[in-house]
């Protein structure tokens, strides 16, 4: 059995568990951007700003992530206090590139992101699919079918978002 690859790492809903969901609020890890509001001038409005200025670039979400870890690590990371799940002092928390892009993902502050990550998934499969249509014995007709369905899902999708 061949192993499956996935576009993007998007786990099903908040289970219940307080540190089992694919929301950066519910999977146990540090958050910057959850744990520090937004002011004018400061490094969280900065790296929101930062943000918005790559997905208005159309950049990819593992790109995004990237230069937003970059950015807290060198620039943010040595002054930032927080309090841990357990009331505990955090001095410079790490925060991980999955934390980063759950954020991201599911904070509902970048919709323009979201609906990209839909963009590229559906994209992703409609290239899987695409490797799949022609055997050795001429076109595989379920790939087809799947291609078309995918396809047509896709520009509902595109249609939906104008």
Not at 87 to 106: D, K, M, T
């Amino acid at each position: 059995m061949a192993s499956k690859q996935i576009a993007y790492s998007v786990e099903a809903w908040f289970s219940g568990e307080p540190t089992a969901g694919p929301q950066c609020s519910a999977n146990g890890e540090y958050c910057f951007l959850c744990d520090h509001c937004e002011q004018q001038g400061d490094p969280v409005g900065d790296l929101k700003g930062v943000v918005r200025k790559m997905v208005g670039q159309r950049k990819e979400l593992p790109t995004i992530v990237n230069a937003v870890s970059v950015i807290y690590n060198d620039h943010i990371r040595g002054d930032v206090v927080a309090k841990g799940p357990t009331g505990a002092e955090l001095v410079a928390p790490s925060w991980s590139r999955h934390s980063i892009s759950c954020h991201l993902v599911y904070s509902t502050e970048f919709p323009e992101l979201f609906e990209a990550v839909v963009t590229q998934m559906h994209q992703s499969v409609i290239m899987a699919l695409n490797r799949e249509l022609i055997a050795a014995n001429g076109v595989v007709p379920e790939a087809c079918d799947e291609l078309r369905k995918m396809t047509a899902s896709l520009k509902k999708w595109q249609t939906k978002q104008k």
